[in-house]
């Protein structure tokens, strides 16, 4: 396919992609607003306003950056893991596989449709976020950044997901078991340096951490960690996990037989 | 004339170790109206899955517009246009879309990709219902929107496996009309059916694969001259009782008004009339007892040869 072939195909699928997520806006988009809120209104108002400041910033002002950045994780993931999963139990997929598209375009289209819903509840909860709290914009091009990276990354997380699950059950075991968990112990809710040391260095482990931090240092200049060692960890993520769903593509893994 | 698809001793051997596919060989023509028969399980999906790149292939060449899957697959892929056996679109999606999105798979813009979607949708008599999701449709128009979309890049070959699958009789005629025009147009046409008599009106070439190989490739002409005998179910004027004599010809009473025939190739249908003439038994109508093709058919696969 020549280059603008290719992106009219791409094109083609994240509009898709979006029009799917658009037309049942009551199940993708309003309920990470809602829950959201509930976040800001028990966490942030209730309990926070019992709470000291943390590293100088109100209770709910610290935990505005994890919350939006908690509602693109889940919202990326799970609008590729449903639509792919969904393209692949119709067979639909069969549309794509059949085409002269390279798998690269398939990958890059779905997750393109995960990002773009990730920005559009992104932009929802910010809204939410400022009704309860003051929003600050301390670095404008690092939230951007990893507002990026993090739904692209979870987005295909969400499509290596969709390409081995064989039943509806295997889409909901890794936000259930792995995503949520991972995300909450992300410090959301809390500095990782609250924690005793054990359990500090155990949070290194967790790539959430990273992203969170980053996004903290954007929005209120502060960070457990160093943003930039944060930014180049997601990165390495994205690349990696870009590559291993592209080689399952390419196998055909759980769509080709 | 350019091949449209040449396999050449293409093989499948599935994950479970079932080898659906053992050598199968087919050569269509470009422009041809080929049908590929065989029975329930005989490696007619498979073999249109490697095709179209669905199913991979486990040895063998297949070429498509002398395009090798193996090194061209895009350039192979983009003269293909295919309509499966199972519903495969999306059923929340509206019939429009679904096909304007398949065009724009293929790289066409979103202009053309409406205007062709808007002439097949036509084309097939389903412009009325471009708006509504595609799950709301009946089976036939389900099966005319899988048509609709599998001709929107203009593909130079058209696979339909059992396209008319479950279809009234009324939406097959007009189906196989459209799939005429299309051929005529200069679509090579590749056809799976279990209706044999819709192979015998259409193709022109025809293969049967049983258990994973190709047992005959031929012309329909030829292959419907190997029939050295055929039975037809002729109705008469008036009640007969007993046979009358017909010196040469098999003849059994169904009914008092209703005598079968069974004639070889070397025998004259003019000979059996004026039998029953002299007899003062006149034929109303006569029909084939079963589809030519079909004979055939049962034959071949049971057989392995006439």
């Given at each position: 396919?020549?280059?603008?072939?290719?992106?009219?195909?791409?094109?083609?699928?994240?509009?898709?992609?979006?029009?799917?997520?658009?037309?049942?806006?009551?199940?993708?988009?309003?309920?990470?607003?809602?829950?959201?809120?509930?976040?800001?209104v028990?966490?942030?108002?209730?309990?926070?306003?019992?709470?000291?400041?943390?590293?100088?910033?109100?209770?709910?002002?610290?935990?505005?950056?994890?919350?939006?950045?908690?509602?693109?994780?889940?919202?990326?993931?799970?609008?590729?893991?449903?639509?792919?999963?969904?393209?692949?139990?119709?067979?639909?997929?069969?549309?794509?596989l059949?085409?002269?598209?390279?798998?690269?375009?398939?990958?890059?289209?779905?997750?393109?449709?995960?990002?773009?819903?990730?920005?559009?509840?992104?932009?929802a909860?910010?809204?939410?976020?400022?009704?309860?709290?003051?929003?600050?914009?301390?670095?404008?091009?690092?939230?951007?950044?990893?507002?990026?990276?993090?739904?692209?990354?979870?987005?295909?997380?969400?499509?290596?997901?969709?390409?081995?699950?064989?039943?509806?059950?295997?889409?909901?075991?890794?936000?259930?078991?792995?995503?949520?968990?991972?995300?909450?112990?992300?410090?959301?809710?809390?500095?990782?340096?609250?924690?005793?040391?054990?359990?500090?260095?155990?949070?290194?482990?967790?790539?959430i951490?990273?992203?969170?931090?980053?996004?903290?240092?954007?929005?209120?200049?502060?960070?457990?960690?160093?943003?930039?060692?944060?930014?180049?960890?997601?990165?390495g993520?994205?690349?990696?996990?870009?590559?291993?769903?592209?080689?399952?593509?390419?196998?055909g893994?759980?769509?080709?037989? | 004339?350019?091949?449209?698809?040449t396999?050449?001793?293409?093989?499948?051997?599935?994950?479970?170790?079932?080898?659906?596919?053992?050598?199968?060989?087919?050569?269509?023509?470009?422009?041809?109206?080929?049908?590929?028969?065989?029975?329930?399980?005989?490696?007619?999906?498979?073999?249109?899955?490697?095709?179209?790149?669905?199913?991979?292939?486990?040895?063998?060449?297949?070429?498509?517009?002398?395009?090798?899957?193996?090194?061209?697959?895009?350039?192979a892929?983009?003269?293909?246009?295919?309509?499966?056996?199972?519903?495969?679109?999306?059923q929340?999606?509206?019939?429009?879309?679904?096909?304007?999105?398949?065009?724009?798979?293929?790289?066409?813009?979103?202009?053309?990709?409406?205007?062709r979607?808007?002439?097949?949708?036509?084309?097939?008599?389903?412009?009325?219902?471009?708006?509504?999701?595609?799950?709301?449709?009946?089976?036939?128009?389900?099966?005319?929107?899988?048509?609709?979309?599998?001709?929107?890049?203009?593909?130079?070959?058209?696979?339909?496996?059992e396209?008319?699958?479950?279809?009234?009789?009324?939406?097959?005629r007009?189906?196989?009309?459209?799939?005429?025009?299309?051929?005529?147009?200069?679509?090579?046409?590749?056809?799976?059916?279990?209706?044999?008599?819709e192979?015998?009106?259409?193709?022109?070439?025809?293969?049967?694969?049983?258990?994973?190989?190709?047992?005959?490739?031929?012309?329909m002409?030829?292959?419907?001259?190997?029939?050295?005998?055929?039975?037809?179910?002729?109705?008469?004027?008036?009640a007969?009782?007993?046979?009358?004599?017909?010196?040469?010809?098999?003849?059994?009473l169904?009914?008092?008004?209703?005598?079968?025939?069974?004639?070889?190739?070397?025998?004259?249908?003019?000979?059996?009339?004026?039998?029953?003439?002299?007899?003062?038994?006149?034929?109303?109508?006569?029909?084939?007892?079963?589809?030519?093709?079909?004979?055939?058919?049962?034959?071949?696969?049971?057989?392995?040869?006439?």
């Open positions: 396919m020549k280059l603008q072939q290719q992106w009219i195909a791409f094109h083609t699928i994240v509009t898709k992609e979006v029009m799917r997520f658009v037309r049942i806006w009551v199940q993708t988009v309003l309920p990470a607003a809602i829950t959201m809120s509930l976040y800001f028990i966490f942030g108002h209730l309990i926070g306003s019992q709470l000291a400041p943390i590293q100088g910033y109100n209770y709910i002002d610290y935990i505005v950056p994890g919350i939006i950045l908690m509602a693109i994780i889940n919202n990326s993931y799970a609008n590729v893991v449903s639509s792919f999963f969904s393209s692949k139990f119709q067979r639909h997929i069969e549309e794509m059949i085409s002269p598209m390279p798998n690269y375009l398939i990958l890059l289209g779905y997750v393109g449709g995960g990002l773009m819903r990730g920005l559009v509840v992104g932009v909860v910010t809204i939410v976020a400022g009704l309860f709290a003051h929003l600050h914009m301390h670095n404008p091009l690092v939230i951007v950044v990893v507002v990026i990276l993090t739904s692209v990354l979870f987005a295909l997380g969400g499509l290596i997901n969709a390409i081995y699950a064989k039943t509806f059950d295997d889409i909901s075991i890794i936000p259930t078991f792995v995503l949520t968990p991972l995300t909450y112990l992300g410090g959301i809710f809390y500095s990782v340096h609250m924690l005793p040391p054990f359990w500090q260095h155990v949070s290194l482990v967790n790539p951490l990273y992203m969170i931090n980053a996004m903290r240092y954007g929005m209120l200049g502060i960070s457990d960690i160093d943003y930039r060692l944060a930014l180049l960890i997601v990165i993520f994205v690349v990696a996990l870009y590559l291993f769903a592209l080689y399952l593509l390419r196998k893994t759980g769509i080709r037989y | 004339m350019t091949d449209a698809l396999i050449s001793d293409l093989t499948k051997t599935y994950a479970n170790g079932v080898q659906a596919l053992k050598g199968v060989e087919l050569r269509v023509r470009e422009g041809d109206f080929f049908a590929l028969l065989g029975p329930n399980g005989a490696g007619k999906s498979t073999t249109i899955g490697i095709i179209s790149s669905l199913i991979r292939k486990t040895a063998g060449s297949v070429k498509v517009f002398d395009y090798d899957i193996d090194t061209d697959i895009e350039a892929k983009s003269c293909i246009g295919l309509v499966p056996q199972e519903f495969n679109f999306n929340f999606e509206p019939v429009i879309e679904i096909v304007a999105n398949q065009a724009g798979y293929y790289g066409i813009g979103r202009n053309t990709a409406y205007q979607a808007e002439k097949y949708l036509k084309q097939l008599g389903l412009w009325g219902k471009r708006r509504d999701m595609a799950r709301e449709l009946s089976g036939g128009m389900k099966r005319r929107l899988m048509i609709a979309r599998a001709l929107v890049h203009e593909p130079r070959m058209l696979i339909l496996d396209p008319t699958a479950g279809v009234d009789i009324e939406i097959r007009s189906m196989w009309s459209f799939l005429r025009e299309v051929n005529r147009a200069g679509t090579t046409i590749i056809l799976t059916t279990h209706y044999l008599e192979a015998e009106n259409l193709c022109r070439h025809i293969a049967i694969i049983n258990d994973g190989v190709t047992v005959e490739s031929t012309e002409k030829s292959l419907l001259m190997r029939l050295n005998v055929e039975t037809f179910v002729l109705n008469l004027n008036k007969i009782t007993e046979l009358p004599p017909s010196p040469g010809y098999q003849l059994s169904i009914d008092e008004t209703t005598l079968e025939v069974t004639i070889s190739k070397e025998q004259s249908m003019n000979d059996l009339f004026r039998c029953l003439s002299d007899y003062g038994i006149d034929v109303i109508s006569m029909r084939n007892k079963t589809n030519r093709l079909e004979e055939l058919f049962v034959r071949l696969v049971e057989q392995g040869a006439l």
